[in-house]
């Protein structure tokens, strides 16, 4: 029977959630003195890194200083990432975080400037404030009259010829709406009648209607109905019966992205181009224009600007070009803060001869904000792998955790983490229920990790094709001529 339950509580799922890298990821994990706990909101180990990241996390929160950037270091594997996702985590929807890999830059049909520059204006909000005039109220009784013309031919046995347009436009009603102070009826036309119809809207439910646009939004069902059904739905939202007047002046806030905003006045199919992603190549003109406007705006009090945040991951692959851009790019007032990660160490820098840390050019490394991140302890990658085990929701024995604890101490933490489904897999196909030691030896000895993978091509090396590693004879061979 739990089975049978269990069953058919996923079946009801509205929304397929699939588990990534870092989808454990809520937050970096800081109590309200921004020190970084142990473990918490899925972050483990990196103390110091984290006590950083929460203070950048500040400084983007205020707002005030543009044109920040800020450098994650370290190596392959130790969360330079999940740094980045729980910066964007903590900080809400309301504020922009765009993510980028360098990389992309390169494969795109846009220039790498042009490319930047829109990741740029994706990562900077606009908040646009306007007052809006709507009628707030429980719904007491909704009364819909029939057209006369088709009330006639209905009494004349004619068929109705007219369009269901027509005849949604020739309705009228009546629609009652009250408050806990007042009570009115407004009549309605054809245009309300039909909003009202889609949103079904009956009698006891809350909603608000936007005067000027005629937009209807069903806030929920009014308490005070809450006794009228036996059973309701599970998406079903009781509120209050509101107070006061039934019009009310109401602050409407919107919020885009600058790059929205170029796209929609840019392009001649419009906002289309945000969904075809079809953005193309935008004017300097265009972007000049909308900043005079948003800066008419932000001195008017109509809008605010919201600096939000660029992550480029594996920044070492961006060249001098794109350096030279973002150097010129971070003085701008309207900048976002700029967040980039790498796991290189000393290597040339692209698209010049010369050799820099991380591959990133003197100038620009003088601009950044560094943060190192340290490898991970043995006791942080078991705290991992059971934060892993429970979002993949896989049951492991604590000897099975020991022993993938111990693999990812002597390999890599990432391929321990592969080995939790593998071993998943395994362990139904011997009918268990809870993932066993033999299982996790099962998966190790099928899939090899890169330190067991190197030995074996060094071993059968003269045995693959364009073979770089010379063996003996090619030695010999190579000492002789």
């Known amino acids: 029977m739990a089975e049978l339950k269990r069953l058919s509580e996923s079946r009801d799922l509205t929304r397929i959630e699939r588990i990534g890298a870092h989808s454990h990821i809520r937050g970096l994990g800081l109590d309200s003195s921004l020190e970084a706990r142990d473990s918490s909101e899925g972050m483990v180990g990196q103390l110091p890194a984290r006590r950083a990241a929460g203070l950048i996390l500040q400084l983007i ?16 594997g130790t969360g330079k990432t999940a740094l980045a996702m729980g910066i964007a985590k903590s900080l809400g929807a309301e504020t922009p975080f765009a993510s980028v890999a360098a990389s992309e830059l390169f494969s795109l049909d846009l220039s790498k400037t042009e490319a930047l520059t829109q990741a740029f204006r994706r990562s900077i909000g606009v908040r646009i404030k306007e007052e809006a005039e709507i009628i707030e109220g429980e719904v007491v009784e909704i009364s819909i009259d029939r057209p006369v013309s088709a009330a006639a ?75 009228d059904y036996d059973a309701v739905g599970p998406h079903t939202k009781f509120v209050k019966c509101p107070e006061g007047e039934l019009q009310k002046r109401k602050e409407v806030v919107h919020c885009v992205t600058l790059h929205e905003i170029d796209v929609i006045n840019s392009r001649t199919q419009g906002f289309l181009a945000l969904f075809t992603g079809d953005t193309g190549e935008i004017r300097a003109e265009v972007r000049e224009q909308i900043d005079t406007k948003v800066a008419e705006w932000r001195e008017e009090g109509k809008a605010e600007i919201v600096p939000g945040v660029l992550f480029i991951d594996e920044v070492h692959m961006l060249d001098i070009e794109c350096f030279s851009f973002l150097n010129r790019a971070l003085e701008n007032d309207m900048a976002p803060i700029l967040v980039i990660a790498t796991n290189r160490g000393i290597t040339s820098i692209r698209g010049t001869n010369y050799r820099s840390p991380h591959g990133i050019p003197p100038d620009f490394l003088d601009r950044l904000l560094i943060i190192t991140t340290q490898p991970y302890t043995e006791d942080d990658i078991r705290k991992i792998l059971d934060i892993r085990c429970d979002e993949e929701d896989v049951e492991m ?48 000895q099928l899939f090899l990790d890169v330190k067991r993978s190197t030995q074996y091509l060094m071993e059968y090396q003269s045995q693959y094709m364009f073979n770089e590693v010379p063996g003996e004879a090619d030695g010999d061979d190579a000492m002789q001529s």
């Open 61 to 76: 929160r205020q707002g005030k200083i543009a044109g920040r950037a800020v450098l994650l270091a370290g190596q392959p």
């Open 397 to 444: 024995s604590a000897d099975a955790k020991v022993l993938l604890t111990k693999i990812g101490v002597e390999t890599s933490l990432r391929y321990a983490i592969h080995l939790i489904t593998s071993a998943a897999l395994a362990c139904q196909k011997r009918k268990g229920k809870i993932v066993e030691m033999e299982d996790i030896s099962r998966v190790y």
């Open 153 to 227: 031919a209905a009494a004349g046995g004619g068929s109705s010829a007219a369009p269901s347009g027509v005849t949604a436009a020739g309705k009228t009603g009546r629609l009652t709406l009250k408050t806990t102070d007042m009570e009115t009826v407004y009549e309605l036309g054809g245009k309300m009648i039909e909003a009202l119809g889609k949103e079904k809207v009956q009698s006891g439910d809350v909603v608000a209607l936007d005067k000027a646009s005629g937009k209807v939004t069903k806030l929920g069902r009014s308490i005070g109905r809450s006794r």
